[in-house]
C-alpha cells in the first residue's frame, strides 16, 4: 500500500473551478485507475491507463480528464463540467495485462477528499 | 458492460458467528473476483480474490466460492471478531478492469 500516494488527502474548490488530483506509484506497475466513491454507490470507475500515453474512459469519464506522461503518475483533472464533483477519490493501480498471472488485483492510495463550496 | 449487484448493503452479526455477503455479475466473460475491505477513514484492502478456473477459496477465517453457471459468487467470514467490522466490497471483471458493488457494512456486534 506505501507504493502509491495521493494528494492532497482534502482539496476544496469553488464551483467553476478546475482541480487536479495527483496520483503517484513506485510499484513499477503498468495499469492505474481512478474511481469516484460517494455513500452507498460503491467504487466507479472514471478513467484507467494500461500503458503510458494511452488510457480509456471507464463509467463516468464526463468532467474529468486524464493525463499518463510517465509510468509513474496518473492525473486526475476534475473540470467546471462535472456537475457534482463532491466525493471521495481513489486511485489505483496494478501490474497490468501483458504480466501474466496475478495481473489484476488492484492496490489502492489513500484517496483524496474533494468538497465543493 | 459489467454489472455487479451486492447484498445484503448492511449487516450485523455476533462477535463469534458467521457472515455471507453474496454477489451476482452479468458478463459471462468476467474472469476475476476479488473481495476488498475497506475500514472507515481508509483505503480498501484486498482480503482474498478468485478466478474462474476455481469453485472455492479459503485464506484462515475467510472463504470465496463462485458458481460461475448461476453468476454468483460469495464471502463467508466465519468466527467474526470487532475487527472485522469494516466495508466489504465484491468486484467482477477481467484484465483490463472490474466492477464493484455497492458495499456490504458489516458489524461485529462483541
Known amino acids: 500500500d506505501g507504493g502509491i500516494t495521493q494528494s492532497p488527502k482534502y482539496l476544496f474548490r469553488k464551483e467553476g473551478q478546475n482541480v487536479t488530483l495527483s496520483c503517484e506509484q513506485n510499484?513499477?506497475?503498468?495499469?492505474m485507475y481512478w474511481y469516484r466513491q460517494d455513500p452507498g454507490q460503491g467504487l466507479r470507475l472514471i478513467y484507467y491507463?494500461?500503458?503510458?500515453?494511452?488510457?480509456q474512459k471507464g463509467d463516468i469519464a464526463e468532467g474529468y480528464s486524464v493525463s499518463r506522461e510517465k509510468k509513474e503518475s496518473f492525473p486526475l483533472t476534475v473540470t467546471s463540467a462535472q456537475k457534482n464533483p463532491t466525493a471521495f477519490y481513489l486511485c489505483?493501480?496494478?501490474?497490468?495485462?501483458?504480466?501474466?498471472?496475478?495481473?489484476?488485483?488492484?492496490?489502492f492510495g489513500p484517496g483524496t477528499r474533494l468538497t465543493v463550496l | 458492460g459489467e454489472n455487479v449487484e451486492q447484498h445484503p448493503s448492511t449487516l450485523s452479526v455476533q462477535e463469534g458467528d458467521s457472515a455471507v455477503i453474496k454477489c451476482t455479475y452479468s458478463?459471462?466473460?468476467?474472469?476475476?473476483f476479488p473481495w476488498y475491505k475497506q475500514e472507515l477513514g481508509k483505503r480498501p484492502q484486498l482480503i482474498i480474490d478468485?478466478?474462474?478456473?476455481?469453485g472455492e477459496k479459503k485464506d484462515q477465517r475467510i472463504a470465496v466460492t463462485l458458481n460461475k453457471t448461476a453468476k454468483h459468487f460469495s464471502l463467508h467470514i466465519t468466527e467474526t471478531q470487532p475487527e472485522d467490522s469494516a466495508v466489504y466490497f465484491c468486484?467482477?471483471?477481467?484484465?483490463?478492469?472490474?466492477?464493484f458493488g455497492t458495499g456490504t457494512k458489516l458489524q461485529v456486534i462483541p
Open positions: 491507463s494500461q500503458i503510458v500515453n494511452d488510457f
Open positions: 458478463d459471462s466473460a468476467s474472469n476475476y
Open positions: 478468485i478466478r474462474s478456473n476455481v
Open positions: 489505483a493501480s496494478s501490474i497490468g495485462s501483458l504480466a501474466g498471472a496475478n495481473t489484476d488485483t488492484q492496490y
Open positions: 468486484a467482477a471483471g477481467g484484465y483490463q478492469k472490474v466492477t
Open positions: 510499484l513499477n506497475h503498468d495499469a
